[in-house]
């Protein structure tokens, strides 16, 4: 099983517009960050892509990638849903829609937003089915489960999923630590999680936060992303524990 980070940024990425690069070394190419999104594949070649970002369109082409089987959705700011137009040409060449899976809110949220995605218009295909999660799903070969975490006075959605005995979870935007959280990502192989930046923040975890999760969790390796740029990559490396990966745009992992 193996994990893609395709973007490792914040929601105005690394650098800002303005060439504003913060305390990130602009001659370092892991410190040039997407807006945040992941993709996990199986061992038989199935894809779930989480989070349709802003920067859509470039990550499937850096990545070389031209077929998912699903996209799941976190939520639906902007930084995580915005390049859903970009799925146009994944749809290109299949029998029908490309399956979609987001919590209620979420998919009500979507659905307000981009209609069209999902009940076709002019003529133009339906691109998305939208589906409401389940607590516990198959999909495409993976087992899925999920649970709500908070997002300031909002929530976003943290999930796990498995195949070939193997584990992957994806907890970005969350602002507390919950036993549902705890439960959700008990012992799993590669944990990717939220990192804003080093100081507390009213809606996003932190590198103590970050940390505190796959120590509470038993995660076997934590990769750090969702960094802003403040988080220059060769420092956030040197000082953090040989489990904790520091995420960039590209980064391949195995489970």
Not at 2 to 10: A, D, E, P, R
């Amino acid at each position: 099983m193996k994990l893609i980070v395709l973007g490792s940024g914040t929601s105005t990425g690394v650098p800002r517009v303005g060439h504003d690069w913060g305390e990130c070394d602009p001659n370092e190419p892991r410190n040039k960050r997407s807006r945040v999104s992941i993709m996990v594949e199986s061992s038989d070649g199935s894809r779930l892509l989480v989070d349709t970002s802003t920067d859509l369109r470039q990550q499937l082409l850096d990545n070389s990638i031209d077929r998912i089987d699903g996209v799941f959705w976190t939520h639906d700011h902007a930084d995580h849903c915005h390049g859903i137009d970009d799925l146009r040409v994944l749809r290109y060449g299949r029998g029908g829609p490309i399956p979609g899976f987001a919590s209620e809110d979420t998919a009500y949220r979507l659905r307000q937003r981009f209609g069209y995605v999902f009940a076709g218009q002019f003529g133009y295909p339906t691109i998305v089915t939208l589906e409401v999660l389940g607590r516990l799903r198959m999909h495409a070969g993976f087992s899925v489960e999920w649970c709500q975490m908070p997002h300031g006075p909002s929530e976003t959605t943290g999930f796990r999923f498995e195949a070939d005995g193997k584990s992957i979870a994806y907890a970005t935007d969350y602002s507390e630590i919950t036993e549902d959280m705890i439960d959700l990502f008990d012992e799993v192989d590669i944990l990717v999680s939220d990192c804003l930046r080093r100081e507390p923040h009213p809606t996003h975890a932190n590198l103590a936060m970050a940390l505190e999760l796959a120590e509470r969790c038993n995660a076997g390796t934590l990769v750090l992303s969702h960094l802003d740029k403040s988080m220059d990559y060769a420092t956030l490396e040197a000082e953090t524990p040989d489990n904790v990966v520091v995420g960039y745009d590209g980064l391949e992992i195995l489970a």
